[in-house]
């Protein structure tokens, strides 16, 4: 069993920065691969990025190449999303994910967080 708590959403202005955290509990954290997701109103959830167990490996939707960095440390079993540049088209609820699968079909992950808003003025 895996549970995940997202931090560090909030309110920046376009062009701002943000870093969420994923603190995860669980002997599987330090084996899965993990992802970000988002949703905004009215749309469905979209891959953001994943990463593997060790974070040799990373993979960024289209959306959050040269912009965001997914990373881990697995030794304080947590995982991070660094957001850089950001445009108010980003706005949406951040989700993590975590394993067994480095994927960005969501469906591929077994367990989720509850979300932290980010929201992104102009």
């Known amino acids: 069993q895996v549970q995940l708590v997202e931090s560090g959403g909030g309110l920046v202005q376009a062009g701002g920065s943000l870093r969420l955290s994923c603190a995860a509990s669980g002997r599987t954290f330090t084996t899965n691969p993990m992802g970000w997701f988002r949703q905004a109103p009215g749309k469905e959830r979209e891959f953001v990025a994943a990463?593997?167990?060790?974070?040799?490996?990373?993979n960024y939707a289209d959306s959050a190449k040269g912009r965001f960095t997914i990373s881990r440390y697995n030794a304080k079993h947590t995982m991070y999303l660094q957001m850089n540049s950001l445009k108010p088209e980003d706005t949406a609820v951040y989700y993590c994910a975590s394993g067994p699968y480095m994927d960005s079909d969501a469906k591929r992950y077994h367990y989720w967080g509850q979300g932290t808003q980010v929201t992104v003025s102009s």
């Open positions: 990463i593997d167990w060790n974070g040799d490996s990373t």
